[in-house]
């Protein structure tokens, strides 16, 4: 966490918890093995949340974790923890719909397989 993530009531302003969030996305989906996909096609969120548990202060070190949920035709849920990385005191839980995208057509597509089958471990 950085000291400018604070807002003015002293603790992490909370368009951090979903950066965080999206940066830990950002990784599990870049080590995924998502070769061989069509070109411009790729995730975007439709539905994001957080539930709040303890406040975030600076300074902190922080650890994500993601989850896979359901996976839908196009669409796979997407869960997360954030965790004091020093303590293991949790400070957030997240959520977010993941659809696959064709950048193209401007509408959903077909999931990648290997996201698939990471919904039915």
């Not at 603790?11 to 996305?25: D, I, L, M, P």
């Not at 070109?39 to 202060?57: M, Q, R, W, Y």
């Not at 303590?87 to 597509?109: C, L, M, P």
Request: glycine letters at 8%.
């Amino acid at each position: 966490m950085r000291w400018g993530d604070m807002d003015a009531y002293g603790h992490a302003n909370n368009t951090v918890y979903f950066r965080f969030f999206e940066e830990a996305r950002i990784t599990w989906l870049g080590s995924e093995n998502l070769r061989n996909l069509p070109d411009g096609t790729g995730p975007v969120i439709i539905k994001t949340s957080a539930t709040f548990l303890k406040e975030l202060n600076y300074p902190a070190t922080v650890t994500v974790s993601t989850y896979a949920g359901k996976a839908g035709n196009s669409s796979l849920e997407t869960f997360y923890t954030l965790h004091d990385s020093a303590t293991g005191d949790k400070y957030a839980e997240g959520y977010a719909k993941i659809v696959w995208f064709d950048h193209q057509t401007r509408k959903s597509t077909r999931l990648p397989d290997r996201l698939r089958a990471l919904a039915a471990e």
